[in-house]
């Protein structure tokens, strides 16, 4: 009889882990789980007016601070919250005589609030955008560090960081492989769309860890 309730009561247990594994994975699947930024400030309350500033670049592509400003300022819209245009930011931002992100650090959070008039900034860093082909082997990887700052106390509001990457190994005939690749890799310039989906998952990764407005 002990053994029986032993069982029965291993059983139960089990059936209550396999429960709480499913409600978790359903969550996952079909309501998202948001990563946890690595800064959020607490009682934090979302910016009336956000512009998101020229990204400074450490990767070797000249077009990725470009490509990733442009989807997360897209993406940050989406989610509700009220940006202002990146042209309008760039002009404003030519008058005080600033004409590359590196630039940025010359003025105050404070002075491009006023000067844009937006009560929150959003500075950008792309670390990595690389697109590597070696015959039969391809990484594509994307990597960028995102913080925003109340312009009117210059607070850091929150802070993120994330890196997407995808590796394939291709086991065709080596020469065809690589001359797929180059091809991918071609096209995608083209397009002015290099590493979209790398680009997108790390946009995505970084607003899913802010709060909906």
Known sequence: MKNVKLKVKNYGLISFYIFNLSFLIFNCLFLGCAPKAKYLIENYSPPEKIAVLPFTNQSVDLDAPVIMRYLFNKRLSAVGYNTIPLSEIDEKLLEM???????????TPKELGEKLNVDGLIYGDVIEFKYTTLGFYYARTVQANFKLFDSKNEKLLWEDERKVSKKEFEFREIGKAFASQLAEKTLDKALRSPLKEESNGVVNLSIMTLPRR
């Not at 005589?97 to 003025?107: S, Y």
Request: hydrophobic fraction near 25%.
């Open 97 to 107: 005589g600033i004409t590359d992100a590196g630039q940025l650090p010359t003025t």
